[in-house]
Each structure stands twice: as structure tokens, then as C-alpha cells.
């Protein structure tokens, strides 16, 4: 909000991040429990509970401490780990951003998935078909994947607003759909690498790829959180980001405030498809764990559509809160592979950790009644809209 | 209420029957210490039948015994007067039986107390006063009735002690002889005016004409059918009518928010039949919806911004697509100091506000704008008495500018203070257009659908009875 908040507003947001942090926490210690009991190691030692209790606890605070150190090393604990969350973080961030769009106006938009992997699929083509100068290039080649994003989430806002589709269940087929074409395209003579028959693409043109600015850390950081401040500029700033929010928030006040909900429903379906297709961007273009940006290929872009859901519900579908969201995450999962080969512990790990946070944070009452301290806010909508 | 009822918990303090200290977890317990509730809006299942609604959460058994149920439906509505037919669907019956199901209902759990929570919102005046010959008995038979409303004449006629409340708190009790100015002061906490100066209306040339109108309910149903009427620039004229008889489908149509079956709306000559609510803004019409808290603002906003809610991108608050935040904020502070908004500061959510103000920054907004035509449906329903003063003097105020005021009201008092002259509609159909010094009886009469002529001829027939509203 623009203007000045009051006491009272402010201590809604002090409650609200006091939940977000104590979630965070409570996500930790499940995580510690978990390590715990599946470790046969660290259980045995159990059976002396009660005569030479330090063996027990001793084993649970090395096991523990082992992996949250490495966690935190791997996370935020050198140059190099620094730069492996920001580039774990980058697509989660704008995919985020995407899906927490959709929330402030009300729509769920699962189909974060589906627009991401047809921004990866038009930035992908630019990349290894056309022939330009370095930087126009890859401009092309982002701007391709935004356009492709932004009609693939545009057909579920046109589908909702003029024939009252629901953008749930339009979002998850459309998930299977672009699923589907992106195997039946790496087939097609167009996307075959030649001299290959699996399905991987050729490798994109080094003049479409992100430039690297130091280890894995690439210019896609800054596109991501220049994004962010482009839908916070959106939102707080513009009269189409006023009309997004009165929709979400109230759509019936918005129609009779002469506002016109199908149209602001599509425009916001095809912003929030761009943002994912952004996110899919980030893998076309940017560099692969090996510093070269990887070709197309069926799980380029992961789980990053689903992912962003957690990050927008933890970012309370607000930019800045996205940013640190994707940030958060991002680190859970460059933490989460040092986790792997240092404390022995498995990756999947983090993603619990991450399912854990969000879980607590979607359950305020539950946090407050956990950790006596914490008082759950008034408002306990994480979406910022109706949805 | 909601937590006399088993619906809310309480946070703090008991509730005593029989000088035991009770709570209940919900309705449920509620009715078996004998408490039962008439709901402002209808707890009834419309595809039910009476009988079938009255065995409703007491079936007694996996086996229904609808003879008995139905026994128990005669029984009660004779020993009470409540005619009632057992057998006909919820549906089909008007909305004042509906209300004697509910009370049958609550009788047929044995309720030693009844609580009636503005139960005459929805009745035309001999619907009122059938209710209040129905709560005399009710109480004659040795029940205790709490009677909630707002409106001070049917207090004074009906109740044996009165309790005010004000926000949340009893302010004080009153006799059921205090004069209407007493208990308003009470109410309000201040002195009150509850007459509105007003000038004669100087009716100028007619700025908002309807023609043929029909509207059909998202269901289908036509429910406004062929209606005309013209409203001069300078006039007030007031719709009224039993609420659900095509008032709030008229109200939408004008605006745009429905589109019209047939028929031709103008505003100062322009066509508005076909026009969206922007396009209808955007020519001048103010619109006061119905229903504040769906229609007129977006809760999680701030005053600040639901002030601007309908003009966001007017060259006023915007330029191109940015929001002129200084602008939007200048307004909200000279909105709030010249409606009287009480509010800490205009960046709080317009949630924290008390119902008369949110209702003035409704009316800020929409007064804040040069009108052609106001259109206001109940502005000032579930408003304290003290706002609601404020309220009727804006609105007169903005008729004396001559913009033409289409008031749309369910209030007999309300129409009787601002009116220049009243429409009476009944079942999306004009019954007749009448001087607004009408007597109530025949207005009642009208409300019911009885034309003007008959109605005035069956009222000078009866002699005057028991006068609990006028």
C-alpha cells in the first residue's frame, strides 16, 4: 500500500511474519524428528534412553546439527552456494510471482506447470533455430517465451470469463496438453537434435543464453527480480493492478463499481501465464549445473509449476514476500544437495521441509497453539484474494 | 444473539436460565433449554412442506411419522392463531407465513423463549401487524419474547421493558411510553432530529425516464414486468415496496449490472439500456447498492481506496495506467472530513468502520462526482439512527442541486421523510405513483397490490384498528 500504514496494520503484518518464521521453525524440528526415527543408527542408541541418556541425545544432536550445518553451508555458507540458491531460486521466484498474481485476483492458477514448459519450448526454438546478434538475441528469445506463456494462461482466462469454465480443472488439463506437445514436438523434425532419435533438442545458440556473472549466478537472477518489482509497480501502482486486487477481493463490488471482471479475469490469466513462461525461460536460457545452458528435453523444467505454488502461498502472494519465498526454497534445494553428500542425508529431505512450511503456514491457529508466543492475525488469508 | 443461539461461542460472561448459568456449544442445546430463534432470513427448506420443515432435526427415529408431525403443525398454529396450511410447499407461501413456519417451528421445540431478529424487514405493515397480534398471544400464553429491531414505533407498540443496545453494549432501558426522540437519543448517545428539513422539491425537467421496463431474475423469472415512470431533475422519488418484489432487479437494470428483457431507460435523453455500469457511471449515474457489504465495498480496502473505487481511472487519480497516490489520498481526507467519516485514518480497511460509516463512504464516493441521477437502494438499512440523519440530509442536499433521486426503500419510514412523491411496486408491476402524506394504511394496502382508488375506499371502510405503525 501506498500510504501510511497505522499501528494496527502493521501489527497484522508483525503477526504475520511471526507465523511465517515460527512455521519455518516447526518445520525444522519435524524435519529433525524425521531424520531421527529414519535413522537406525541414531534409534538403537535409543534403547538407553534412560540409563546413559547422553548416548541417545548425543546421536540425535550430532545427526541433527551434522545436517542442518551442511543444509546451511550449502545453502548460504560460501560464494559458490550463494550463487546456487540465487540460481535454484531464479525460476521459482518468477513462476511464484505468476501463480500469486492469479491469487490476488481471485483465480487459482494451477497451470503454472503447463505455461512454464511452453515458455521453455518457444525460448528454446529462438534459441537454437535463429541466428542473431548476441544481446537481441536472447531478448527475442525471452520475449518468445513470455508471448507463449501468456497465451497459453490467456486461453484459461478467456475460457473462465466468457464461458464460466473454472480455471482449476482448464489449468490441469492444459498441464497434460502442453505436457504432451512438448514430447510430441522433440519428435518432429524441427526440435530433433540431428543425428539423434531421443528426444532432446539441439543446444541453443550461445548468443540466446543467459550470460554467467559468476559460477551459476546469471543475468536470469536479475530478470527475475526485476520481475518482481514489475508486478509489485503492478499491483500497489497501477489502475489495472487496483482493478486485479478489487476483483480477487470482492468481485461483485468490482462489477458494480463499473470495473469489468471477464476482461480484468483474462488479463490477469495471460500476466500470470507470462510470469510462468518466464520461469521456463530461466531453464531454456540459463546455464545447467554444468554452466551450459541445457537443451530441451522433457523435464527441463522440472516441478517448477507445482513449486511455485508453495513459494506464492508462503510469499502470501505479495512480490517481496515471493522473492524471499523463492530465495528460501531455492536454498532448501541447493542446501538440500550438499545435505545429500555431506550429513548422508537424503535430499528429499528438503522437500519436506519445504511441504512442512507451508503446510504450517496455511494452519495459523495451528502455529500459534504450538508456540504460545505467536499470535495468529485476524486475517489469515495467505492468497490475498478470494480464491 | 448468535451466541444465545449455540452459533458463536462466547468469549467471556454466562448466560442464566432458571438461575442456572448454561452454554451452548450449538443450536442444538440452544432449543432444548427451550430458547428458540426467528432469523432475520429464513432457516427454511423452500422445496420442503410445512410439515416436512417442522420435522426437520426432530425426525424422532430412523422412521417418520409425518401424521403426527402433521397434527402438531394444526394444533399449534390454532392454539396460537397462525393459519397455516400444512401440506403447501415453503415456496409457494408469502413471505409473512413463511415467518409463522418459522415460529411454529420454534414452537414445536417446545421454546419457552423466542428471540425475533428484525422480523419485519420483509412484511408489508398488516403482515406487521398480524406479527405483533401473533407475539401479544405468544407472550399471553406465558412465553418470554426478545424482539430485536431498529424501527422505534414498532418498539413503543409491541414491548413491556426495552433495552438499548449500542455498540455492543447495553446503554440503558426505557419504558415502552418513551417518546421516539428519547429513545433515538438513547440510541445514538446524543440529541437527534428525526424529522429531515426539507425544502418543497423545485422539480425541474425529467433527467432519468423509464419505459416499458423488464427485467428477468438470474433465475429466469420476470421481475420487473412493463414498468414506466420519469424522475425530474430536483425530485426524490421513493420506490416502496415489500422487499423481493423487483426493486433491487430495477435498481441493477438502471445501472447496468442486468441487462434488460425489453424496454428503454434514458438519462438526460441518452440511452442507458445497453450500457455497461461503467458506461453508466461514466454518464452520471451515483449508485447506492442494496446490499453494502456484497456491492458497495471491497472490505480488505482502505477508505482511501474504496473511495476512488468506481473512478480509479479517472484523470483525477491516474495518469496512463499509474495511480496518482497523493490525489487518492487528498481526496479520502476531504471526503472524510466533509462527511464526517469517523475513522483513525484513511488507510485503515474499510472493515474497521462501524455499518453508518462505511455506508458514508459509499455516499462520499458516489456524491463526490457530479450526478445526473441518483440511484439509492436502502441507504441506510442496518445504519444507526444518528448516521442515518446525516445520511437523509446529503441525500436531500444533492436533490436540491437538481440531480434526480431514485430511492428505493422497504421503510415506510424513510419514505414518508424523503420523499416528493412515491412509486409503490408490487411483484415488478407499478401499482400507482402517489403523494408521499399517503396514510400508511393505504400505502399497506398498495404494498399488497391493491390499487390506489380501492385501497383508500377499503381503508375508509374499516374501522381503525390497533395502530402499531402509523
Known amino acids: 500500500m501506498a500510504e501510511a500504514a497505522t499501528s494496527q496494520v502493521w501489527r497484522e503484518r508483525g503477526r504475520t511474519a511471526a507465523i511465517t518464521a515460527g512455521s519455518i521453525v516447526l518445520a525444522l524440528l ?22 546413559a541418556p547422553a548416548l541417545p541425545l548425543g546421536a540425535t544432536w550430532a545427526k541433527v546439527s551434522n545436517a542442518y550445518g551442511a543444509l546451511l553451508l550449502g545453502a548460504i555458507g560460501s560464494p559458490n552456494a550463494l550463487a546456487e540458491t540465487a540460481w535454484q531460486a531464479a525460476p521459482l521466484i518468477c513462476a511464484g510471482l505468476g501463480v500469486g498474481l492469479g491469487f490476488r485476483a481471485g483465480l487459482f492458477n494451477i497451470g503454472a506447470q503447463g505455461q512454464a514448459i511452453w515458455g521453455s519450448i518457444a525460448a528454446a526454438y529462438l534459441g537454437f533455430t535463429l541466428h542473431l546478434p548476441p544481446v537481441i538475441h536472447v531478448i527475442v528469445a525471452v520475449i518468445g517465451g513470455l508471448i507463449a506463456g501468456a497465451i497459453w494462461g490467456g486461453i484459461v482466462g478467456f475460457l473462465k470469463a ?16 502442453a505436457l504432451q506437445a512438448l514430447s510430441w514436438l522433440l519428435s518432429t523434425p524441427a526440435f530433433l537434435r540431428p ?52 476483483v480477487g477481493a470482492n468481485p461483485a463490488a468490482a462489477g458494480t463499481a463499473g470495473m469489468n471482471v471477464p476482461n480484468v479475469t483474462i488479463i490477469t490469466m495471460a500476466l500470470s501465464g507470462l510470469l510462468c513462461g518466464l520461469a521456463g525461460v530461466q531453464y531454456a536460457l540459463g546455464p545447467g549445473a554444468d554452466l551450459v545452458a541445457t537443451p530441451l528435453s522433457i523435464g527441463l523444467v522440472g516441478t517448477v509449476g507445482f513449486d511455485a505454488i508453495t513459494v506464492a502461498l508462503l510469499g502470501r502472494s505479495k512480490p517481496l514476500g ?42 495459523p491457529a495451528l502455529v500459534g497453539a504450538l508456540l504460545p508466543k505467536v499470535k495468529a492475525p485476524a486475517t489469515t488469508s495467505l492468497v490475498g484474494g478470494e480464491a | 444473539m448468535n451466541v444465545l443461539y449455540g452459533l458463536l461461542e462466547p468469549d467471556d460472561g454466562e448466560i442464566i436460565i432458571d438461575g442456572s448459568p448454561r452454554t451452548f456449544a450449538n443450536p442444538r442445546e440452544a432449543m432444548a433449554a427451550g430458547i428458540g430463534m426467528v432469523h432475520q432470513h429464513f432457516m427454511l427448506v423452500d422445496v420442503f412442506t410445512v410439515t416436512e420443515n417442522l420435522m426437520l432435526g426432530r425426525e424422532g427415529g430412523p422412521v417418520l411419522n409425518p401424521g403426527a408431525a402433521r397434527k402438531r403443525v394444526q394444533e399449534l398454529s390454532s392454539r396460537y392463531g397462525m ?77 413491556d421493558r426495552i433495552t438499548v443496545m449500542r455498540r455492543g453494549a447495553i446503554v440503558g432501558q426505557a419504558q415502552p411510553h418513551s417518546s421516539e426522540a428519547d429513545l433515538a437519543e438513547l440510541m445514538v448517545g446524543r440529541a437527534v432530529d428525526l424529522r429531515v428539513g426539507k425544502a418543497p422539491a423545485h422539480p425541474a425537467g425529467t433527467r432519468l425516464a423509464v419505459r416499458d421496463l423488464r427485467v428477468a431474475n438470474s433465475a429466469g423469472g420476470i421481475v420487473v414486468d412493463g414498468l414506466s415512470f420519469d424522475v425530474a431533475g430536483g425530485e426524490i422519488l421513493c420506490v416502496a415496496g415489500v422487499q423481493g418484489n423487483g426493486q433491487s432487479e430495477l435498481a441493477d437494470a438502471l445501472l447496468g449490472n442486468i441487462a434488460p428483457l425489453s424496454g428503454e431507460i434514458l438519462m438526460d435523453g441518452v440511452s442507458l439500456a445497453k450500457a455497461s455500469p461503467h458506461a453508466t457511471i461514466t454518464a452520471g449515474m451515483g449508485f447506492v447498492p442494496e446490499d453494502r457489504e456484497t456491492d458497495g465495498f471491497v472490505a480488505s480496502f482502505s477508505i482511501a481506496e474504496n473511495l476512488i473505487l468506481n473512478r480509479s481511472t479517472d484523470a483525477e487519480f491516474a495518469t496512463g495506467l499509474a495511480l496518482n497516490w497523493g490525489a487518492i489520498r487528498d481526496n479520502a481526507e476531504a471526503r472524510k472530513e466533509e462527511f464526517d467519516i469517523r475513522a483513525q485514518s484513511v488507510s485503515d480497511p474499510i472493515s474497521s468502520l462501524s455499518g453508518g460509516n462505511k455506508q458514508k463512504v459509499i455516499l462520499a464516493r458516489e456524491l463526490s462526482r457530479p450526478l445526473a441521477v441518483l440511484v439509492a437502494s436502502q441507504p441506510t438499512r442496518g445504519v444507526d439512527v444518528g448516521a442515518i440523519e446525516f445520511l437523509h440530509k446529503r441525500i436531500v442536499a444533492e436533490r ?23 412509486l409503490v411496486m408490487y411483484r415488478g408491476t407499478l401499482v400507482g405513483i402517489v403523494p408521499p402524506d399517503t396514510p400508511r394504511e393505504v400505502l399497506g394496502l398498495m404494498m399488497a397490490g391493491v390499487p390506489f382508488e380501492e385501497a383508500t375506499k377499503v381503508e375508509a371502510a374499516t374501522p381503525t384498528k390497533e395502530d402499531f405503525h402509523g
Open chain 1, 162 to 177: 466468457r464461458t464460466g469454465a473454472h480455471e482449476v480443472i482448464v489449468t490441469i488439463m492444459l498441464n497434460y496438453v
Open chain 1, 30 to 51: 519435524a524435519g529433525a524428528v524425521l531424520m531421527v526415527v529414519s535413522d537406525p543408527d541414531v534409534i538403537t542408541q535409543y534403547a538407553y534412553l534412560f540409563t
Open chain 2, 83 to 159: 393459519p397455516v396450511e400444512p401440506d403447501a410447499l415453503v415456496e409457494d407461501l408469502p413471505v409473512g407465513v413463511q415467518q409463522r413456519v418459522e415460529i411454529l417451528k420454534a414452537l414445536a421445540n417446545d421454546a419457552r423463549f423466542l428471540v425475533f431478529d428484525e422480523p419485519t424487514a420483509v412484511l408489508t405493515p398488516q403482515e406487521i401487524d398480524d406479527l405483533m397480534r401473533v407475539m401479544q398471544s405468544l407472550r399471553d400464553e406465558g412465553k418470554g419474547i426478545v424482539f430485536i429491531t431498529h424501527k422505534l414505533r414498532e418498539v413503543r407498540a409491541i414491548a
Open chain 2, 400 to 422: 436540491d442541486q437538481g440531480t434526480a433521486v431514485l430511492l428505493v426503500s422497504t421503510e415506510l419510514d424513510e419514505v414518508e421523510a424523503l420523499a416528493d412523491r412515491v
Open chain 1, 322 to 363: 515471493t522473492v524471499f519465498a523463492g530465495l528460501l526454497f531455492g536454498g532448501l534445494h541447493a542446501g538440500g544437495l550438499a545435505m545429500q553428500s555431506i550429513a548422508q542425508t537424503p535430499l528429499t529431505l528438503s522437500t519436506v521441509l519445504q511441504a512442512l512450511i507451508v503446510l504450517f503456514v496455511a494452519a
Open chain 1, 195 to 246: 543425428g539423434r532419435v531421443d528426444p532432446i533438442a539441439p543446444v541453443i545458440a550461445e548468443t540466446a543464453a543467459f550470460p554467467i556473472l559468476f559460477r551459476q549466478l546469471n543475468v536470469g537472477f536479475f530478470v527475475a527480480l526485476a520481475a518482481a518489482g514489475a508486478v509489485w509497480w503492478l499491483l500497489d501502482r497501477s489502475t489495472l493492478g487496483f482493478a486485479i486486487r478489487a
